[in-house]
Nanobody, 124 residues
Framework: QVQLVESGGGSVQAGGSLRLSCAAFGYTYSMYCMGWFRQAPGKEREGIAA???????SYADSVRGRFTISQDNAKNTLFLQMNSLKPEDTAMYYC??????????????????WGQGTQVTVSS
């Protein structure tokens, strides 16, 4: 079993930055792919970034160039550096992981482990 715990959310003005963290506990060596997702009120959950163990990354068009996903394998921690934040980035942000197969942020159904989420609010 894998447990994921996000932190780092908060409120920021447009143009600002936040760094989200996701600590993984338990059966972590089973995690091949990790990703960040977000869900705004009334909208579907959206995959925004993913990273596989070898370092390959994928990003949604909406965040590419502004957000950076990275991981510290030694500390079993996933990060999301968010720069140039916009009001439309306001959402609950979740980290997720899965143990194999294709690693891409679009493949939401592949991710079997999820954190509880951390809220990000961007004001104009």
């Amino acid at each position: 079993q894998v447990q994921l715990v996000e932190s780092g959310g908060g409120s920021v003005q447009a143009g600002g930055s936040l760094r989200l963290s996701c600590a993984a506990f338990g059966y972590t060596y089973s995690m091949y792919c990790m990703g960040w997702f977000r869900q705004a009120p009334g909208k579907e959950r959206e995959g925004i970034a993913a990273i596989e163990g070898a370092g390959y990354t994928s990003y949604a068009d909406s965040v590419r160039g502004r957000f950076t996903i990275s991981q510290d394998n030694a500390k079993n921690t996933l990060f999301l550096q968010m720069n140039s934040l916009k009001p439309e980035d306001t959402a609950m942000y979740y980290c997720a992981a899965h143990g194999g197969g294709y690693c891409n942020h679009r493949r939401t159904a592949d991710f079997g482990y999820w954190g509880q989420g951390t809220q990000v609010t961007v004001s104009s």
